[in-house]
């Protein structure tokens, strides 16, 4: 069983204290797994793998836009986490998740890796955006190679010059100047750390993510690839909740685990918990 918490809008810093109380708590076999559910206020966070010139803005500009900057102990270069993005931290002991084959009981980092980019394919699925994975890269991509991309390009053709300058300036859009080509834009973000078998920090999934953010940094230290959200895929914004909904579902399905939502803190660390498959009755997403 797989214990959720949906938390709203957190600082970076406070979700980070959570996930190490969590994770010590976890190791010592005092809760069960978790998954947290959550939005960030805007912050920019450098992986272990970080250059520190891939943040583009300057501190004066960061401070102007309300950004904060972190490091921290997760795979990966820089990303951004800001309102709109769903961030999900799964607290989860690998020894408790054979491998696809059976062979281990422990699940391994690089098919724990593999499961979440299945989570996130299939809940932009249940939005109807394609989506898949790029072979040497982590994250979930989406692909512009079918049909229901149309709507999609129609949207972009119409993003205001500013940011297309932006992006033109990192050679963002350079690959397809020529050709028309339009290439993988990443639709969701993928970092992970795992101590004595048990896992911290996670994925977060553009949905309604004010994109310009992003001309902050070079996303993951990739000049070639830009970054898009489902709502720029769709042309629309989507309830963050439904998309949470949609994450729980698939999260319980590709780890082969129950998802027991839990309303607080107190209930997931008084150990107590109960109630039905899926959210709690009245229950709606805190998050703006």
């Known amino acids: 069983m797989i214990s959720l918490l949906q938390l709203g809008t957190v600082d970076y810093a406070t979700g980070l204290a959570l996930q190490q109380k969590l994770v010590g708590l976890r190791k010592d076999e005092r809760i069960g797994d978790v998954l947290l559910l959550l939005e960030h206020t805007p912050v920019i966070t450098l992986g272990r ?14 401070a102007q836009r309300g950004v904060e900057l972190f490091e921290c102990d997760r795979g990966g270069d820089v990303t951004f986490h ?5 961030v999900g931290y799964p607290i989860l002991d690998l020894r408790s998740f054979a491998t696809p084959e059976g062979k281990r009981k422990t699940l391994g980092v690089i098919d724990f890796v593999r499961r979440l980019e299945e989570v996130l394919i299939r809940t932009c699925a249940d939005f109807a955006i394609p989506t898949k994975r ?57 970092g992970v750390h795992i101590s004595r078998f048990v896992t911290s920090h996670g994925f977060a999934l553009n949905v309604n993510t004010d994109l310009s953010h992003f001309n902050l940094i070079i996303p993951c230290g990739i000049t070639t690839k830009p970054v898009t959200s489902m709502q720029r895929e769709l042309a629309h914004p989507l309830d963050l909740n439904a998309v949470a909904e949609s994450i729980s579902r698939n999260f319980g399905v590709v780890f082969q685990s129950q998802i027991l939502w839990v309303d607080s803190l107190d209930v997931l660390l008084g150990n107590t918990v109960s109630g039905p498959v899926g959210p709690p009755a009245g229950f709606r997403h805190p998050c703006k």
């Open 82 to 86: 800001g309102p709109g993005q769903l």
């Open 134 to 190: 790029v072979p040497g890269l982590t994250g979930v991509w989406t692909d512009p190679n079918t049909s229901s991309h149309t709507n999609s390009l129609s949207f972009r053709a119409e993003e205001n010059d500013s940011q297309n300058r932006s992006l033109e300036s990192r050679n963002l859009l350079s690959a397809g100047a020529t050709t028309n080509a339009v290439p993988e834009a990443k639709l969701a973000a993928i």
């Open 49 to 62: 793998n970080a250059k520190a010139a891939n943040v583009v803005a300057s501190p004066e500009l960061l």
